[in-house]
């Protein structure tokens, strides 16, 4: 049963990656819709980061002094100013780190 | 003119940095699988067939929770449905390809590679053979997420959990909007997007990966509306 699950999850995953691609005419989009596509990475990925930042492992939502907010909230000043992803999310990991390692102890 | 080598290679580039998230999310992964009691290549499979991170930990976990197949096949189809999205942003640059080239490039549409692809198509729209970009940070997240998920199969959870390196996924997607915090336009849909995910994270499915940027891509649509 595992494996015809995978199969299918496979299946329809691929078919996610690939309907807009190869199956959908790209003059079927209106200009409305071309305007709005230019949001997408705006819509999607805050989608990823909210719920990463803002809830545990549990799924409960932290308190406002969760070290992954301070985490965050560096990681955001300095991708800002350093524009370089290596730097945002070192920093970010850095930050929290020093938090849950040190002044919390 | 760029040669298609270069272009693929500037890909490998653009997406290397995110190794940093992906490597141990990559190895959690592998290891949950093999700690949730599952036949290691199972596990890998998973990898291999369905490709999608988080997706993979969710499906394994609701098999060995006792939920149904088509649960676990639904909750997985939701999740990745937002790479409909991504491959709706990505056709404009893929049009001119032939079918069987698309049916290939799809297989490698992954959240950060289409991030770090669509900000460099976006700067060079006019160029040819653009779509190297593409597989050049799909191919390299591939190859990555492979070795990571196996090193997890086989080496099981050797990232002390105390590290709570799950943290390194937000961060990895901030890093990659947080340029665009300069356009209004842009805050405006990012804080529609992660208060809905906020307010919609309980509903059924994880379906709020989806649901949320709908509701951000719908206020967009307003907000477009009303500019002019």
Same mark, same amino acid.
């Given at each position: 049963?595992?494996?015809?699950?995978?199969?299918?999850?496979?299946?329809?995953?691929?078919?996610?990656?690939?309907?807009?691609?190869?199956?959908?005419?790209?003059?079927?989009?209106?200009?409305?819709?071309?305007?709005?596509?230019?949001?997408?990475?705006?819509?999607?990925?805050?989608?990823?980061?909210?719920?990463?930042?803002?809830?545990?492992?549990?799924?409960?939502?932290?308190?406002?002094?969760?070290?992954?907010?301070?985490?965050?909230?560096?990681?955001?000043?300095?991708?800002?100013?350093?524009?370089?992803?290596?730097?945002?999310?070192?920093?970010? +990991?850095?930050?929290?780190?020093?938090?849950?390692?040190? +002044?919390?102890? | 003119?760029?040669?298609?080598?270069?272009?693929?290679?500037?890909?490998?580039?653009?997406?290397?940095?995110?190794?940093?998230?992906?490597?141990?999310?990559?190895?959690?992964?592998?290891?949950?699988?093999?700690?949730?009691?599952?036949?290691?290549?199972?596990?890998?499979?998973?990898?291999?067939?369905?490709?999608?991170?988080?997706?993979?930990?969710?499906?394994?976990?609701?098999?060995?929770?006792?939920?149904?197949?088509?649960?676990?096949?639904?909750?997985?189809?939701?999740?990745?449905?937002?790479?409909?999205?991504?491959?709706?942003?990505?056709?404009?640059?893929?049009?001119?390809?032939?079918?069987?080239?698309?049916?290939?490039?799809?297989?490698?549409?992954?959240?950060?590679?289409?991030?770090?692809?669509?900000?460099?198509?976006?700067?060079? %729209?006019?160029?040819?053979?653009?779509?190297?970009?593409?597989?050049?940070?799909?191919?390299?997240?591939?190859?990555?997420?492979?070795?990571?998920?196996?090193?997890?199969?086989?080496?099981?959870?050797?990232?002390?959990?105390?590290?709570?390196?799950?943290?390194?996924?937000?961060?990895?997607?901030?890093?990659?909007?947080?340029?665009?915090?300069?356009?209004?336009?842009?805050?405006?849909?990012?804080?529609?997007?992660?208060?809905?995910?906020?307010?919609?994270?309980?509903?059924?499915? %994880?379906?709020?990966?989806?649901?949320?940027?709908?509701?951000?891509?719908?206020?967009?649509?307003?907000?477009?509306?009303?500019?002019?």
């Amino acid at each position: 049963m595992s494996w015809i699950s995978i199969i299918a999850s496979g299946i329809i995953t691929y078919f996610s990656r690939m309907a807009m691609i190869a199956l959908i005419d790209r003059e079927m989009l209106g200009t409305k819709v071309k305007d709005v596509l230019n949001y997408v990475p705006a819509a999607v990925f805050p989608a990823i980061i909210f719920p990463g930042v803002f809830f545990n492992d549990f799924g409960n939502m932290v308190e406002l002094t969760d070290p992954k907010i301070y985490g965050a909230i560096v990681a955001l000043t300095v991708g800002f100013y350093s524009r370089n992803v290596i730097a945002t999310i070192i920093s970010g +990991l850095l930050s929290y780190w020093f938090i849950i390692f040190f +002044l919390l102890k | 003119m760029h040669s298609k080598k270069k272009i693929f290679f500037q890909g490998i580039i653009d997406v290397l940095p995110h190794m940093l998230s992906v490597i141990p999310f990559g190895i959690i992964t592998g290891a949950i699988g093999i700690d949730l009691g599952f036949d290691p290549i199972l596990v890998y499979a998973t990898s291999l067939i369905i490709f999608g991170g988080a997706s993979q930990i969710i499906f394994l976990q609701l098999l060995s929770g006792g939920a149904s197949s088509l649960v676990a096949v639904t909750s997985v189809g939701v999740i990745n449905s937002r790479h409909l999205l991504y491959g709706a942003v990505l056709s404009e640059y893929l049009d001119k390809l032939s079918f069987i080239k698309k049916l290939i490039i799809s297989y490698f549409i992954v959240d950060q590679g289409f991030a770090e692809s669509n900000k460099y198509l976006k700067n060079n %729209k006019t160029q040819s053979n653009s779509h190297y970009h593409i597989l050049g940070t799909g191919i390299t997240l591939w190859f990555f997420w492979q070795l990571a998920t196996i090193s997890g199969i086989v080496l099981g959870s050797f990232i002390p959990e105390e590290l709570g390196l799950k943290f390194a996924i937000p961060l990895t997607f901030l890093a990659i909007v947080v340029n665009d915090i300069r356009k209004l336009d842009h805050v405006f849909v990012m804080l529609v997007s992660g208060f809905a995910s906020l307010i919609l994270f309980d509903a059924p499915f %994880k379906s709020y990966i989806i649901l949320s940027p709908i509701v951000a891509l719908l206020a967009a649509f307003i907000m477009i509306k009303i500019k002019k």
